[in-house]
C-alpha cells in the first residue's frame, strides 16, 4: 500500500467532496513531482465501478500501471489498451493511450464494461479535437452520465491558447511548485541566466509560441551550442542533466558540441524507435550519460528523481511548457541537495519565460545560482511593503532589487536616487505609472505635472500639465528635465515653489468632510501627491489615516 503525503490526502477528499456534491468532471493541479499518479491510484482503489485511464504517451502508461499495481495487488487487476495489446475484459482498471482510441475501437472497449472513473492524465491535452471527441464517446458531457471524469495535470494552459473550461466544471485541488518546494517535498530550484547572441526579433510568433522551423534556424548556431555545451559543462559539472532543444537536428548539434567538450551525452527524440530510446534514456539512468539532449519528449512522463541540471536551450514564450520542462528536476532523490536551472536568454521584444517568471518574479532577474523561493519570498515582501515599487526593463541581481526598493518609499512617494540625482525638485513616485510634481505657477494656485508611462512602443513617456499633454520623451530622465527646465523660464518664484523645502507644502491639508478629519492633521504637499496617487494608481500605499487623506481635493488649480 502507498504511503500518501498530507497534500495527497487532502486532493482525494477534496474529489470525494465535490463528486458527492454532484460535480461530475473535475480537475486536480498540482506540479510535477507531486505525485499525480500516486492521488489516482488511491482513487482507483477507493472505485466501487471499473476505471479508465487515459494516457497520451507510453511512459505515462507505464507509471500508471505500475503504481496502480501496488495499490491494487492481483493479476490481471489492471490491463493496458494499446497499440496491439487489448485490455481484459475483467480488469477492474484499464490503462490505455487515448490516441489508440479510435471511434470503432473504443466502442468495442465500452462493450460489456461499466466505467464509474475516468482518469485523464496530463489532460491539458484534453481541448484538442480528437481529444474531446474520445471524452464525448464515453459519456462525459451527457447530462445522464454517473461516471466522474477527472483530469490530473501540472499547468491549465495550453499552447494554443485553448481554455480547460469547456471540458472541467471546476478545478476542485491545486498545490503551487512553490508551496511544495517550502514544504520539502519538492527539490529547491536553483537558477543561472546565461546572455547568447541569437536574435529572435524576427522569429514568427503565434498564439502560443514560436514557430518552431524558424526558432531552431535562429539558435542552432555553432556559436551558441558551444555556449550553451560550455555553460553545462561549467556550471553543472557532475549534475545529471536534461536540455531541451528545438528540433531533432538542434538536440544532435547540441549533443556533437557537448561530447567535443568530453561531455558523454545523448540524444532522444519521438521519432527514435522504442529500444533506441529505452536503451539512451537507461545509460543516462546508469551514468553513462551525463547529458540527455531532446525533443518534446521529455517533458512530459519521463520519471528520473536522479535529474538535477535542466538546460532550457529551447526559448518559449510558453509559461506551461517551461512548468513542464523545469518539472523534470523537482523530484526528491537520496543525496540531492536542489536542481540547477539554466536559462539561455536570447535577444527578443516578447516576453519570453525563464525561472524567475515562472515563480511571478521579474522575467529579467539573474539569481546566480540563487535559490528562486528565497527569491520569491524577498520579492512578495517587497511588493506587499511597497506598492507601486515595479522595475524598468533590464537584467538585475535580487541585491540590486532590495537596494533599489529601500530608495523607493511608498508611504511618502518619493522617488529612487535616480530622479534625485538629475531633479532638485520635489518629484513624487506613482510607481508603474510613473512620477507626479506639485508647484505654485501663482501664490496660492497650485498646478501639477506628471510624467505618466504609455503603453506605446518609442516615445512612452507622457508630459502633462495641469491635465493637457505637453510632450512625449523615450526616457523618463529627459521628460524630468524638460518640466523642470520649463519650470524655471517661469521664474524664481515658480522655481522655488517645486522645490521640497517650499512653504506651502508644510501648510494644512484643505479642509475635509467631517468623517475624514484625519486629513485635516497632514501637510498640505502630502494630500496631494495621495490624492494623485488614489486618482492614477486606484490605491493607496499608506495606512488608515492617511487613506482618509485621499479623500481630499487635490485638483490642478486648486485654491
Known amino acids: 500500500m502507498l504511503t500518501l503525503r498530507p497534500y495527497q490526502r487532502e486532493a482525494i477528499e477534496a474529489v470525494l467532496a465535490a463528486r458527492r456534491s454532484g460535480?461530475?468532471?473535475l480537475l486536480v493541479c498540482l506540479p510535477t513531482g507531486a505525485g499525480k499518479t500516486v492521488i489516482f491510484a488511491e482513487l482507483a482503489r477507493l472505485a466501487r465501478r471499473q476505471v479508465l485511464v487515459l494516457a497520451h504517451r507510453e511512459e505515462l502508461i507505464d507509471q500508471a500501471r505500475n503504481k496502480i499495481s501496488a495499490v491494487l495487488p492481483g493479476e490481471g487487476v489492471v490491463s493496458i489498451e494499446q497499440g496491439a495489446?487489448?485490455?481484459s475484459l475483467e480488469a477492474k482498471v484499464l490503462v490505455c493511450s487515448i490516441r489508440s482510441l479510435h471511434e470503432a475501437r473504443l466502442t468495442r472497449l465500452l462493450e460489456g464494461r461499466d466505467f464509474g472513473l475516468v482518469i485523464y492524465d496530463e489532460c491539458h491535452h484534453a481541448a484538442a479535437t480528437d481529444n474531446l471527441r474520445v471524452l464525448r464517446q464515453l459519456g462525459a458531457f451527457d447530462s445522464g452520465w454517473t461516471g466522474t471524469l477527472l483530469g490530473f495535470t501540472a499547468t491549465t494552459a495550453r499552447g494554443d491558447g485553448q481554455g480547460l473550461d469547456s471540458v472541467f466544471e471546476r478545478i476542485v485541488y491545486s498545490k503551487s511548485l512553490l508551496e511544495l518546494i517550502d514544504?520539502?517535498?519538492l527539490a529547491p530550484l536553483r537558477g543561472f541566466r546565461v546572455r547568447t547572441a541569437a536574435d529572435l526579433r524576427r522569429v514568427s510568433h503565434g498564439a502560443g509560441d514560436f514557430r518552431e522551423e524558424e526558432l531552431a534556424e535562429a539558435v542552432d548556431i555553432e556559436d551558441r551550442n558551444a555556449l550553451v555545451a560550455r555553460s553545462i559543462q561549467e556550471l553543472a559539472r557532475d549534475r545529471r542533466t536534461v536540455a531541451f532543444c528545438v528540433t531533432v537536428r538542434h538536440a544532435r548539434h547540441l549533443c556533437q558540441a557537448l561530447n567535443a567538450l568530453g561531455v558523454q551525452a545523448g540524444v532522444v527524440h519521438g521519432a527514435m524507435p522504442s529500444d533506441d530510446?529505452?536503451?539512451?534514456l537507461k545509460a543516462f539512468r546508469d551514468g553513462r550519460l551525463q547529458v540527455l539532449t531532446n525533443v518534446a519528449v521529455l517533458n512530459e512522463g519521463f520519471d528520473d528523481p536522479g535529474v538535477s541540471c535542466v538546460?532550457?536551450?529551447?526559448?518559449?514564450r510558453s509559461q506551461g511548457l517551461y512548468a513542464q520542462c523545469v518539472g523534470r528536476g523537482t523530484r526528491l532523490a537520496p543525496h540531492k541537495q536542489d536542481c540547477l536551472i539554466l536559462d539561455f536568454v536570447d535577444l527578443s521584444e516578447l516576453s519570453l519565460c525563464s525561472l524567475p517568471s515562472l515563480f511571478g518574479l521579474p522575467r529579467e532577474l539573474d539569481l546566480r545560482g540563487a535559490q528562486v523561493n528565497d527569491a520569491a519570498r524577498i520579492w512578495h515582501g517587497i511588493m506587499l511593503d511597497r506598492p507601486g515599487f515595479e522595475l524598468e526593463a533590464g537584467a538585475l541581481t535580487l541585491p540590486e532589487i532590495q537596494a533599489r526598493a529601500q530608495s523607493f518609499d511608498p508611504l511618502t512617494l518619493q522617488t529612487n536616487a535616480e530622479i534625485r540625482a538629475i531633479s532638485g525638485?520635489?518629484?513624487?513616485?506613482?510607481?508603474?505609472?510613473?512620477?507626479g510634481l506639485h508647484f505654485e505657477r501663482k501664490s496660492g494656485r497650485l498646478s501639477e505635472a506628471l510624467v505618466l508611462k504609455r503603453a506605446e512602443r518609442g516615445k512612452k513617456w507622457e508630459v502633462s500639465l495641469d491635465g493637457k499633454v505637453m510632450d512625449r520623451f523615450s526616457r523618463f530622465e529627459d521628460a524630468v528635465q524638460a518640466v523642470d527646465y520649463e519650470i524655471e523660464q517661469m521664474g524664481r518664484a515658480v522655481a522655488a515653489s517645486a522645490r521640497d523645502d517650499a512653504a506651502w507644502r508644510s501648510g494644512p491639508a484643505p479642509a475635509a468632510p467631517a468623517k475624514l478629519v484625519e486629513a485635516a492633521h497632514m501637510r498640505h504637499g502630502d494630500a496631494l501627491r495621495l490624492a494623485v496617487w488614489e486618482r492614477l494608481v486606484g490605491?493607496?500605499?499608506?495606512p488608515a489615516p492617511q487613506r482618509a487623506a485621499l479623500a481630499v481635493a487635490a485638483k490642478p488649480g486648486n485654491e
Open 23 to 25: 460535480e461530475r468532471r
Open 277 to 280: 530510446r529505452r536503451a539512451a
Open 311 to 316: 538546460a532550457m536551450a529551447r526559448p518559449t
Open 539 to 542: 490605491g493607496s500605499p499608506g
Open 425 to 435: 525638485n520635489a518629484w513624487f513616485s506613482l510607481g508603474r505609472q510613473g512620477l
Open 183 to 185: 514544504a520539502g517535498f
Open 85 to 87: 495489446l487489448r485490455a
